[in-house]
């Protein structure tokens, strides 16, 4: 499987997800993100009380991860006897990594500050990103941009290889589903709070180790002892059990804090600073952070080449 993967990752490393096989099928996290609107729009009812509310999305969410992986599952065995079956499985596996699409979103943003459009770099980060983007100055776009690349490349890369290497592809696209849940439903507001709760939670297990992981790989990356120390003295501070990993090593390997005060729907949040005695980011700082990335992803493929090997023997 490791080498499975490796091949795989390649493929969306080289094309990624085209436009036009988008254009006419779109893709297949937009499909489980459109099966997650079927059941929040039956079984998320506001009238309903907290408990039974909490069950319908506990419910939804089982039923979710069992049909997307359910579904792989079935296929692939299905079509075990066919020559092109390998070739199916590689683009559905390659469709579920993220590697591609994260480094072109944040090089749009850091390109847009080189080039001093601070417009169109808020259009850039707020397309990677929750919080309201319009007001960012440099350094909050910078802060942003850094931070989606740390916790995505957890989120979109390293645990989709994780849980591949560890339950095949089965496993990778149930990943994908608790991850497509958790993004879609899995919100502290008012409407989700009881119907995401346990997909939030069971998103936070599934990420527990390739977070953990992701900043490993990062500190590796950097060459930087402070990186890894940093991680384990502030993910703690974070607001997310897992995320705060990734984001408190990119910090100490670029030597910036991370994280801070943002604004959510019109109202400022007040978050722990990552690193909080170092200076802001800015688009040098993308830039440096982009490089650690892609050092961090070859430090992962070389990880998951020794783990093929081991098995092998």
């Not at 290497?165 to 502290?188: E, F, Q, V, W």
């Not at 722990?272 to 493929?301: E, F």
């Amino acid at each position: 499987m490791p080498f499975f993967l490796l091949a795989a990752w390649g493929l969306e490393v080289m094309f990624g997800w085209p436009a036009w096989l988008y254009a006419r099928i779109r893709h297949p996290v937009v499909w489980v993100g459109a099966m997650i609107e079927q059941l929040d729009r039956l079984l998320n009812r506001p009238q309903w009380s907290h408990a039974i509310r909490y069950i319908a999305g506990m419910v939804s969410t089982l039923i979710m991860v069992a049909l997307v992986s359910g579904v792989v599952w079935a296929v692939t065995t299905l079509l075990t006897e066919h020559w092109w079956a390998v070739l199916f499985e590689l683009a559905l596996a390659a469709s579920l990594i993220a590697s591609r699409s994260l480094f072109e979103h944040v090089s749009a943003v850091a390109q847009s500050l080189c080039d001093a459009d601070i417009s169109n770099a808020r259009r850039a980060v707020a397309r990677i990103v929750g919080r309201d983007a319009t007001q960012l100055d440099e350094a909050g776009i910078a802060r942003a941009s850094l931070e989606s690349l740390a916790e995505n490349m957890s989120d979109g890369v390293v645990a989709p290889l994780f849980w591949g290497a560890c339950l095949g592809l089965p496993g990778l696209a149930a990943y994908k589903a608790i991850n497509t849940l958790d993004s879609m439903i899995g919100h502290r507001s008012d409407r989700y709070a009881a119907f995401g709760g346990f997909a939030a939670r069971l998103d936070d297990v599934a990420n527990l180790i390739p977070a953990r992981l992701t900043a490993l790989l990062i500190a590796a990356a950097s060459l930087r002892a402070s990186s890894f120390r940093i991680a384990l003295r502030d993910a703690s501070a974070h607001r997310s059990p897992n995320a705060g990993w990734p984001e408190s090593a990119m910090a100490g390997a670029l030597n910036v804090r991370l994280s801070g005060p943002r604004a959510y729907g019109g109202q400022t949040q007040v978050y722990s600073w990552l690193n909080a005695t170092r200076s802001d980011p800015d688009q040098a700082s993308i830039r440096n952070g982009l490089d650690l990335y892609c050092r961090a992803l070859i430090l992962g493929a070389i990880l998951l080449l020794v783990i093929g090997v081991l098995v092998m023997l």
